[in-house]
């Protein structure tokens, strides 16, 4: 089985695991979860069958999208299956599959409704324009709390207007790394400022120096608790990881990290499975997921994915893997290859 999808950044494209590794994920257990992840089903229908339903809803950013082909670069609001109006810029990747589909990696959008609950405590560290943020605010109330980290200061501007009518939201202006000190965030321009990257040393081309935490030291001993960490830091997630190993063996969140993409034909990276073996260190097992098409699991490895988001489970909150369908009795995962 699979399914090809296009989302300008990302690319989406799963082929169906094995059917003894694979686990189709059951609904979520709240309410407010199965009303949000089937109003996302029915945007993802509609978007998949086009016509004139989805002509006629996309009415909004007809003159957004007409600006994208002229080559502008001006922000607009982009209407969000969950009811939200987010604050893009036209022609910016991320921006192009929300203007024109209302949601960006709908995988990883999938997985957040479903793990996700009211009163969590989401940490998204390279937020960009914030749609994650939006998302996870809108799951986790009033009574929750969603922090951001984002350095680049266009950026963070933006994640702050879109992120201002939430007030358990805060956008912290700084890059996360493996100790704190200043770097260098190599800069794109707007169209591709999902794409800035950090880098020890100023190199050649438009940079930026940017302050540097950890996430040790923004969630102290003593702080609030972490439930679900989302990183997509281009290519930095190992050294952000060595500087969150004390807030990760005190909280166990679910955590996802961006690794490198798979093969053109889906085969997992080798860093992926890098990424698989420091997180064993500290009691999480790796897993691939997608939609084949409803929200799907699988050891890492062992389902083709043409995304480059991970899955890591805490092996000691079983109520996690039970949400997912799955076992915490899983091997795993070292150097490439399962124990």
């Known amino acids: 089985m699979q399914r090809v999808c296009q989302f300008s950044k990302q690319t989406f494209f799963c082929t169906a695991a094995m059917p003894s590794t694979q686990t189709t994920v059951p609904a979520p257990s709240s309410a407010i979860s199965r009303a949000l992840l089937d109003e996302f089903s029915r945007w993802q229908s509609e978007n998949e069958a086009g016509g004139p339903p989805v002509r006629w809803r996309r009415r909004t950013v ?22 939200e109006r987010m604050r893009v810029v036209t022609g910016e990747d991320v ?8 949601y960006s990696e709908p ?42 980290f984002e350095p680049h200061p266009v950026s963070s501007a933006m994640a702050r207007k ?6 358990q939201c805060e956008v912290r202006e700084r890059a996360v790394g493996a100790a704190p000190g200043t770097m260098h965030l190599m800069t794109q321009p707007i169209e591709r400022s999902a794409y800035n990257r950090l880098t020890a040393e100023e190199t050649v081309g438009d940079s930026l120096a940017v302050p540097v935490t950890t996430l040790d030291a923004e969630f102290p001993p003593d702080g609030p608790r972490v439930d679900f960490f989302k990183c ?13 190993s004390r807030m990760i063996r005190q909280h166990a969140p679910v955590i996802v990290l961006e690794a490198d993409m798979p093969s053109d034909t889906g085969i997992t990276s080798a860093r992926a499975f890098e990424l698989g073996a420091r997180l064993a260190t500290l009691g999480y097992s790796a897993f691939n997921f997608g939609l084949c098409p409803s929200l799907t699991v699988a050891p890492l490895g062992d389902m083709r994915v043409h995304h480059a988001n991970v899955l890591f489970l805490p092996e000691r909150r079983r109520e996690v893997f039970a949400a997912l ?10 150097a490439g290859v399962t124990e």
């Open 232 to 244: 997509d830091a281009e290519g930095f997630e190992l050294a952000i990881i060595e500087g969150a």
């Open 95 to 102: 921006s192009r599959s929300l203007l024109t589909f209302g």
């Open 107 to 148: 995988h990883l959008t999938a997985l957040i409704i479903q793990l996700l609950k009211q009163g969590d405590s989401f940490v998204d560290v390279g937020t960009h324009f914030g749609y994650e943020a939006m998302l996870a605010a809108h799951i986790v109330g009033a009574g929750g709390r969603v922090t951001c």
């Open 325 to 334: 369908g799955l076992s915490p009795d899983r091997p795993r995962v070292s």
């Open 62 to 83: 007809w003159r957004a999208q007409l600006l994208q082909k002229l080559g502008r670069h001006v922000e607009v609001a982009a209407p969000l299956f969950f009811g």
């Open 162 to 167: 879109n992120l201002a009518r939430f007030p």
